[in-house]
Antibody
Framework: QVQLQQSGAELAKPGSSVKISCKASGYTFTSYYISWIKQTTGQGLEYIGYINTGSGGTNYNEKFKGKATLTVDKSSSTAFMQLSSLTPDDSAVYYC?????????WGQGVMVTVSS | DIQMTQSPASLSASLEEIVTITCQASQDIGNWLAWYQQKPGKSPQLLIYGATSLADGVPSRFSGSRSGTQYSLKISRLQVEDPGIYYCLQGYSAPWTFGGGTKLELK
């Protein structure tokens, strides 16, 4: 069955970066794009961007341009999202999900906490 | 960006009751509308896609409908496992946008 396994929780200092991973299994990795979604109590669910797992092409929500960088490693069926220049506003749960515009399967989420 | 206005923000209902949640799109999105259920500590689960199609494994008491730019999720007979937060998602135009969520509780 389709599974998206994300890396563990992150505690980061303001101004630093984190890179979280999303390892896919149970299907051909390049069959689905991978999207990333941010969830906070205040802002709800926000689409960050997606990556074409075959070509590496990306699409970003304007709000997250310069904040998030999406990459893939096809050899390990893993998608990555790097978040840079972290501020407390980046504290959230980050999900990867299969597809774009419609998210069929979701990872379990990664909690990122930004604190000095 | 397309705005999705979801209502109500919270809802309390009894077992076997009919529950309806709505999302209003700020512009035409056709049938590019999905509904998700999220339980505490878990990731969202797809319930409905294409405004009216039931996702695999989802009980038939869940249904979706559309009237113009207003979309509804109906739970025909509320069950004990149905409480959670429900979200709509428009997949018509990037950036894809979610409704603000409806917290459903058992009375």
């Amino acid at each position: 069955q389709v599974q998206l396994q994300q890396s563990g929780a992150e505690l980061a200092k303001p101004g630093s970066s984190v890179k979280i991973s999303c390892k896919a299994s149970g299907y051909t990795f390049t069959s689905y794009y991978i999207s990333w979604i941010k969830q906070t109590t205040g802002q709800g669910l926000e689409y960050i961007g997606y990556i074409n797992t075959g070509s590496g092409g990306t699409n970003y929500n304007e709000k997250f341009k310069g904040k998030a960088t999406l990459t893939v490693d096809k050899s390990s069926s893993t998608a990555f999202m790097q978040l840079s220049s972290l501020t407390p506003d980046d504290s959230a749960v980050y999900y990867c999900a299969s597809g774009y515009g419609l998210f069929d399967y979701w990872g379990q989420g990664v909690m990122v906490t930004v604190s000095s | 960006d397309i705005q999705m206005t979801q209502s109500p923000a919270s809802l309390s209902a009894s077992l076997e009751e009919i529950v309806t949640i709505t999302c209003q799109a700020s512009q035409d999105i056709g049938n590019w509308l999905a509904w998700y259920q999220q339980k505490p500590g878990k990731s969202p689960q797809l319930l409905i896609y294409g405004a009216t199609s039931l996702a695999d494994g989802v009980p038939s008491r869940f249904s979706g409908s559309r009237s113009g730019t207003q979309y509804s999720l109906k739970i025909s007979r509320l069950q004990v496992e149905d409480p959670g937060i429900y979200y709509c998602l428009q997949g018509y135009s990037a950036p894809w946008t979610f409704g603000g969520g409806t917290k459903l509780e058992l009375k």
